[in-house]
């Protein structure tokens, strides 16, 4: 059974830094694509980065030079390291995460048939 419980959310201003976490469980036992996807009020949920089992790693466009996707396989915790953040990156943010997955990972939330909770971050000017 899959388990996704994200942490690291809250407050910060325009500049800040922040690390979410996402405790999982149930995915690494096979190949896998997981990731974190963000959804702004009144906005589509979108990717914001993903890796795979193979550790390709792919970013949207618009966090490609700030955030940082890794994952730690020995506590079974993906984690995404978000600098330099500004008011458009305030939103709910997701992990996912799809078993049994090949090729390079995906940035479609269509892909992906396990989530989280979801964590709230929001961004002041």
């Known amino acids: 059974q899959v388990h996704l419980a994200e942490s690291g959310g809250g407050s910060v201003q325009a500049g800040g830094s922040l690390r979410l976490s996402c405790a999982h469980s149930g995915i690494t036992d096979g190949t896998y694509s997981m990731g974190w996807f963000r959804q702004r009020p009144g906005k589509e949920r979108e990717g914001v980065a993903v890796?795979?089992?193979?550790?390709?790693?792919r970013y949207a466009p618009s966090v490609k030079t700030r955030f940082t996707i890794s994952k730690d396989e020995v506590g079974n915790i993906l984690f995404l390291q978000m600098n330099l953040l500004n008011p458009e990156d305030t939103a709910m943010y997701y992990c996912?995460?799809?078993?049994?997955?090949?090729?390079?990972?995906?940035?479609?939330?269509?892909?992906?048939?396990?989530w989280g909770q979801g964590t709230q971050v929001t961004v002041s000017s």
């Open positions: 890796i795979n089992s193979d550790d390709v790693i």
């Open positions: 996912a995460a799809q078993r049994l997955w090949r090729g390079p990972p995906a940035l479609s939330a269509f892909a992906y048939n396990n």
